[in-house]
């Protein structure tokens, strides 16, 4: 047997008896460290500076970045955050970690015993963080759960692009699977309806269902982004859920920035209009956002409340996102076990 044909040998049962370990690593997009100018800075930064959010070439965008957006739009930001921060900080992240908690003792129901680890694309706990607390656990194999039901190349990619960096320093890199969306899962258009359903049963149901999803540059969805028409196909999906006519509900759009045509319709600008379409209670619903956070608790629950109210609407209800709701992490276990198949 030559030298070479007795390595290769070796080598195969050296890998044969490593034991396969999965971990899970759910990943949302993060949130400042603190409700303070500095931090919201710092966030803002990380975050602008991607260039699958902002795709303008840098010799452009960074003077812009740093010498306008950033020193104006933070403490503006920062005084957002402060009216949505919570005792255990900030809203996105208490309600991650309760999801991370929920899903992992979900699973161990199920028989499942694998470890959870929660990741932010910016901000803390970073890719990083999280992939080194699943390494100490002895996890060689990953499935990556962002939390973003529709796929969006400023999101989900951007997890990709986040958990690459990661890898740079490894020799030995996990085998990983990503989980790209669920847009259209049963589970999760399910946990939507119930959620709507309850929130009906507890407020009445309004005369107008508005499903908003956060927007993006309309330029991407051209460009090929499908994120456009999966927000408007589980919009579609939890209209038919719930048994809406087509004049009882809207798919929008929010959270635009910049000068650039973003997807249509706007959030605020249909919500401005619908009073005179005779609306006077409306119903809002952010299917986009697994986790509450300043676009919903500030921009629907405060901004567009005031602007749905002048515009003259008499009753506004916003249906809270899924959270760590039980059937919004039963829906989690459904995807993870099939990759685990």
């Keep these: 047997m030559g030298p070479f044909l007795h390595s290769d040998i070796t080598t195969e049962r050296q890998e044969a008896n490593v034991t396969t370990k999965t971990g899970i690593l759910l990943v949302n997009l993060g949130t400042p460290a603190a409700p303070t100018t500095a931090a919201v800075k710092a966030f803002l930064s990380q975050f602008l500076h991607d260039q699958r959010v902002v795709d303008l070439p840098r010799y452009l965008w960074c003077p812009l970045l740093h010498f306008i957006i950033l020193p104006t739009r933070s403490p503006r930001v920062a005084k957002l955050y402060q009216q949505v921060w919570t005792e255990q900080g900030s809203p996105l992240m208490v309600i991650s970690l309760q999801q991370r908690a929920a899903l992992e003792q979900e699973l161990k129901r199920e028989?499942?015993?694998?470890?959870?680890?929660?990741?932010?694309?910016?901000?803390?706990?970073?890719?990083?963080?999280?992939?080194?607390?699943?390494?100490?656990?002895?996890?060689?194999?990953?499935?990556?759960?962002?939390?973003?039901?529709?796929?969006?190349?400023?999101?989900t990619a951007s997890v990709f692009d986040a958990w690459a960096k990661a890898m740079?320093?490894?020799?030995?890199?996990?085998?990983?699977?990503?989980?790209?969306?669920?847009?259209?899962?049963?589970e999760y258009?399910?946990?939507?309806?119930?959620?709507?359903?309850?929130?009906?049963?507890?407020?009445?149901?309004?005369?107008?269902?508005?499903?908003s999803f956060?927007?993006?540059?309309?330029?991407?969805?051209?460009?090929?982004?499908?994120?456009?028409?999966?927000?408007?196909?589980?919009?579609?999906?939890?209209?038919?859920?719930?048994?809406?006519?087509p004049e009882q509900w809207t798919a929008s759009f929010q959270s635009r920035f910049g000068k650039e045509e973003w997807l249509k319709p706007?959030?605020?600008?249909t919500v401005e209009?619908?009073?005179?379409?005779?609306?006077?209670?409306?119903?809002?619903?952010?299917p986009a956002f697994?986790?509450?956070?300043?676009?919903?608790?500030?921009?629907i629950q405060v901004q567009n409340r005031e602007i749905f109210m002048e515009a003259g609407g008499e009753q506004f209800e916003y249906i809270p996102a899924l959270n760590s709701d039980q059937a919004h992490i039963r829906m989690m276990v459904?995807?993870?076990?099939?990759?685990l198949a």
């Design 214 to 245: 956060h927007g993006i540059p309309e330029r991407y969805e051209n460009e090929g982004d499908p994120y456009g028409h999966q927000c408007r196909r589980t919009a579609a999906l939890l209209a038919e859920a719930l048994g809406l006519a």
């Design 111 to 155: 028989g499942v015993e694998v470890p959870v680890e929660l990741a932010m694309t910016y901000g803390s706990p970073s890719m990083e963080d999280g992939w080194q607390a699943l390494k100490a656990k002895g996890v060689n194999r990953v499935i990556l759960l962002p939390l973003y039901p529709q796929y969006s190349v400023s999101t």
């Design 168 to 186: 740079k320093k490894e020799r030995n890199l996990p085998v990983v699977r990503l989980i790209r969306d669920y847009h259209a899962h049963p």
């Design 189 to 211: 258009i399910q946990a939507l309806a119930m959620s709507v359903r309850r929130h009906w049963e507890q407020h009445g149901q309004g005369e107008h269902l508005l499903m």
């Design 290 to 299: 697994s986790a509450d956070c300043l676009e919903t608790l500030e921009e």
């Design 273 to 286: 209009g619908l009073p005179t379409r005779g609306v006077k209670r409306l119903d809002v619903i952010c």
């Design 266 to 269: 706007y959030t605020d600008v």
């Design 334 to 339: 459904s995807l993870i076990c099939r990759e």
